[in-house]
């Protein structure tokens, strides 16, 4: 395991606000990532960051911003929460663009 | 548009029994595999790369089809525990900076029944 925490584990919140989740790692990794689970789709990349200040959108990324200012911290911000982005997000992480390894998760529900 | 498909089961399997599945991919440039196991309301973990001349880890083989775009996971003698969803991932490596060649199959769920 990559020693990569998620928090919080567990949020509800209400349409409109903003929210942001953390990922920390301590493996000293160059690559993380941002990625959403949902039913019917799978493991979908959010945003990604291959170094401190430098991130890259994914497949679906409108309504999230990520920023990357130390190794060991990548969050990603819903500016505005919408009932849309109700889901399970994992961040992961690698130290080559290969085999990634994933943190435990959060539990994101917009009411 | 990359595709990787897998049969999403549920496969129900009598304990100790033989479980295969596949998975096929559309990008004939993809070089790298691996399979994952994510068992319910949990993390993904990597169980296994996949390498073109296939591979062992105990119970669990991998093939690798380049021809034919596909990639299979063996489990024999199979445990209680082997219940969980098993996701293909393929990796493009695009390189140059972008780490966002992975490409993560649905899941197939198998179930293994006492």
């Known amino acids: 395991d990559a020693g990569i925490t998620q928090s919080p584990r567990h949020k509800v919140t209400e349409t409109g606000t903003p929210v942001t989740l953390r990922c920390h790692q301590t493996e000293n990794h160059r690559y993380m990532y941002w990625y959403r689970q949902d039913p019917g789709h799978g493991l979908r990349l959010i945003h990604y960051?291959?170094?401190?200040?430098?991130?890259d959108k994914g497949e679906v990324s409108d309504g999230y911003s990520v920023s990357r200012s130390k190794t060991e911290d990548f969050l990603l911000t819903l500016e505005s929460a919408t009932s849309s982005q109700t889901s399970v997000y994992f961040c992961?992480?690698?130290?080559?663009?290969?085999?990634?390894?994933f943190g435990p998760g959060t539990r994101l529900t917009v009411t | 548009r990359k595709e990787v498909e897998q049969d999403p089961g549920p496969f129900n399997v009598p304990e100790g029994a033989t479980v295969a599945f596949n998975c096929t991919y559309s990008n004939s440039a993809s070089q790298s595999f691996f399979w994952y196991r994510q068992d319910c309301r949990k993390e993904p973990k990597l169980l296994m790369s996949v390498y073109s001349s296939g591979n062992e880890d105990g119970r669990f083989t991998a093939q690798l089809n380049r021809a034919s775009q596909y990639i299979s996971l063996l489990i024999r003698d199979s445990k209680l525990s082997d219940s969980a969803t098993y996701l293909c991932v393929v990796n493009d490596f695009r390189g140059g900076g972008g780490a966002d060649g992975l490409t993560f199959g649905k899941g197939t769920h198998l179930i293994i029944q006492p």
């Open positions: 960051s291959y170094g401190v200040k430098d991130t």
């Open positions: 992961a992480t690698s130290n080559q663009d290969s085999e990634q390894y």
